[in-house]
């Protein structure tokens, strides 16, 4: 009977405990997966300062996370800014424990002269699965690119894998300009 209470005891503190901001998690399953945003999550703004105005645009934006260790990782990042040319970028990252996000996309291929694009973030349970909300901003003194938004895993047999929201292309073919000579890991 003892055993019996024990173990109704430790099942129970272990699906009462919350997944909240001080729950410390290890994200290494990131690796390996791939994040896209969602409809909801495509609306962005292009400022000009000059004119103080705001412009929506649609921005897609897909990372293929190909290494993870003691927090970092890094992988390959296509983006689509309206009806632009696909971007590549390079991205490395840091996870908190806790789910704070801090990324980094270079531009790939890198040039003298190129500048990073910071974001930062936090990992957000929505509706039982893990999101990356996300913001970022990017651009000139004369322009410059707004976006914030829950990223989502995508995977081979998902909807979205096939057709990503706002370019109706597969992950391959938005992805595949920009995974040739994918990043490997870092030196220990």
């Given at each position: 009977?003892?055993?019996?209470?024990?173990?109704?005891?430790?099942?129970?503190?272990?699906?009462?405990?919350?997944?909240?901001?001080?729950t410390?998690?290890?994200w290494?399953w990131?690796?390996g997966?791939?994040?896209?945003?969602p409809?909801?999550?495509l609306?962005?703004?292009?400022?000009?300062?000059?004119?103080n105005?705001?412009?929506?645009v649609?921005?897609?934006?897909v990372y293929t996370i190909?290494g993870?260790r003691?927090?970092?990782?890094w992988?390959?990042?296509?983006?689509q800014?309206g009806?632009?040319?696909?971007?590549c970028?390079s991205?490395?990252?840091?996870?908190?424990?806790?789910?704070?996000?801090?990324l980094t996309?270079?531009?790939?291929?890198?040039?003298?002269?190129?500048?990073?694009?910071?974001?930062?973030?936090?990992?957000?349970r929505?509706?039982?699965?893990?999101?990356m909300?996300?913001?970022?901003?990017?651009g000139?003194?004369s322009?410059q690119l707004g976006h914030?938004?829950?990223?989502?895993?995508?995977?081979p047999?998902?909807?979205?894998?096939s057709?990503?929201?706002g370019?109706?292309v597969?992950?391959p073919?938005?992805?595949?300009?920009c995974?040739?000579?994918a990043p490997?890991?870092?030196?220990?």
């Amino acid at each position: 009977m003892k055993s019996i209470r024990l173990a109704i005891a430790v099942y129970l503190s272990v699906i009462s405990v919350p997944a909240d901001a001080d729950t410390v998690l290890d994200w290494r399953w990131l690796n390996g997966t791939t994040w896209y945003v969602p409809t909801s999550g495509l609306p962005a703004y292009i400022y000009t300062p000059l004119q103080n105005t705001i412009t929506p645009v649609q921005d897609q934006t897909v990372y293929t996370i190909t290494g993870y260790r003691n927090g970092y990782f890094w992988g390959r990042t296509a983006g689509q800014v309206g009806t632009n040319d696909i971007s590549c970028m390079s991205l490395v990252g840091s996870v908190t424990p806790e789910g704070s996000i801090y990324l980094t996309f270079t531009p790939f291929p890198f040039s003298p002269g190129d500048e990073p694009t910071i974001g930062i973030g936090t990992m957000v349970r929505k509706s039982g699965k893990w999101t990356m909300q996300n913001q970022m901003s990017t651009g000139t003194p004369s322009l410059q690119l707004g976006h914030w938004a829950y990223m989502v895993q995508t995977k081979p047999d998902s909807a979205s894998w096939s057709s990503l929201p706002g370019v109706g292309v597969s992950v391959p073919e938005f992805m595949s300009a920009c995974l040739d000579a994918a990043p490997t890991a870092p030196p220990p």
